[in-house]
């Protein structure tokens, strides 16, 4: 299996903030990396696809790089809503592969 | 705009089998693969396995022995089941739409999720 660490666990940010998250794979995945928000008790959100290809409707403070085993999530301005879990996703090979998540709390 | 429900029930008993329905409205559940996903409470997202219209099916290899997923078209449904159930597989349990172009897979939408606790 693929393994995906995301890094940091948890962050403390104010509204405005620039935030960034990353996430490693165990092995190459080109760029079959997505990325997910998870409000407390929602289910998961797509925000990127193919490591930076923002998902229909998603706001443009979203974005997505990296490729080969090192990816960042970026998120331009910290809005209210976006306090939240984040996880990335592999789909390069099954089982597909979740991180372990990155908790942005309010400072 | 198509949505997904999950459904059944909330407990289920150690070593007894755990079944789950999925029901896909606004789109043919001809079109897409669909998954399961679940999430133990507090932690994180597993992927179980995902099925085609057609039947075709890929498991996690962690609970391939215990898991079947199947599809019933005339119902644009699909299901889990997975036998044998310990505390361990107390989770949240989520259906998602595959969406695939080319080789890129990623989950949307999800189903809101449900809650099925293994307790005696």
């Known amino acids: 299996d693929i393994q995906m660490t995301q890094s940091p666990s948890s962050l403390s940010a104010s509204v405005g903030d620039r935030v960034t998250i990353t996430c490693r794979a165990s092995?190459?995945?080109?760029?079959?990396l997505n990325w997910y928000r998870q409000k407390p008790g929602k289910a998961p959100k797509v925000l990127i696809y193919a490591a930076s290809s923002l998902q229909s409707g998603v706001p443009s403070r979203f974005s997505g790089s990296g490729s080969g085993t090192d990816f960042t999530l970026t998120i331009s301005s910290l809005q209210p809503e976006d306090f939240a879990t984040y996880y990335c996703q592999q789909t390069y090979s099954t089982p597909w592969t979740f991180g372990q998540g990155t908790k942005v709390e309010i400072k | 705009q198509v949505q997904l429900q999950e459904s059944g029930p909330g407990l289920v008993k150690p070593s007894e089998t755990l079944s789950l329905t999925c029901t896909v409205s606004g789109d043919s559940i001809r079109t897409y693969y669909w998954s399961w996903i679940r999430q133990p409470p507090g932690k994180g997202l597993e992927w179980i396995g995902y099925?085609?219209?057609?039947?075709?099916?890929n498991y996690t290899p962690s609970l391939k022995s215990r898991v079947t997923i199947s599809v019933d078209t005339s119902k644009n449904q699909f299901s889990l089941k997975l036998t044998s159930v310990t505390a361990a597989d107390t989770a949240v349990y989520y259906c998602?739409?595959?969406?695939?172009?080319?080789?890129?897979?990623?989950?949307?939408?999800w189903g809101q999720g449900t809650l099925v606790t293994v307790s005696s």
């Open positions: 998602a739409r595959e969406r695939r172009v080319g080789a890129t897979v990623w989950f949307d939408p």
């Open positions: 092995q190459s995945i080109s760029n079959y």
């Open positions: 099925i085609y219209y057609s039947g075709s099916t």
